[in-house]
């Protein structure tokens, strides 16, 4: 079992940036792909990222492809999400996720670890 726990969720203006971290314990060494995914009041959960952990191949959502950035610190655990150039449409609950699977999709039933969620608003 990994234990993933979400932070640097916050209130930025339309325009901004932010950054979100994950870090990761527990069974970390069965780790093969990470991701951040978000669910907007009243939808469903959405990919945005993932990244291979070994490779640090990394893929995005076309909504977010250019202005976000996954990246990850093997040595901690951790795995990033920079996100520039902010939109109101970018507010929702980020989660992080993680799996041993080494092949993968964008879909989340693809990962069986997920952080408890953190809460980014862009204010217009």
């Known amino acids: 079992q990994v234990h993933l726990v979400e932070s640097g969720g916050g209130l930025v203006q339309a325009g901004g940036s932010l950054t979100l971290s994950c870090a990761a314990s527990g069974r970390t060494f069965s780790m093969k792909n990470m991701g951040w995914f978000r669910q907007a009041p009243g939808k469903g959960r959405d990919f945005v990222a993932r990244i291979k952990w070994s490779a640090g191949s990394a893929y995005y959502a076309d909504s977010v492809k250019g202005r976000f950035t996954i990246s990850g610190d093997n040595a901690k655990n951790t795995v990033f999400l920079q996100m520039n150039s902010l939109s109101p449409e970018d507010t929702a609950v980020y989660f992080c996720?993680?799996?041993?699977?080494?092949?993968?999709?964008?879909?989340?039933?693809?990962?069986?670890?997920w952080g408890q969620g953190t809460q980014v608003t862009v204010s217009s």
């Open positions: 996720a993680a799996t041993w699977k080494v092949d993968v999709t964008s879909s989340p039933d693809d990962f069986e670890s």
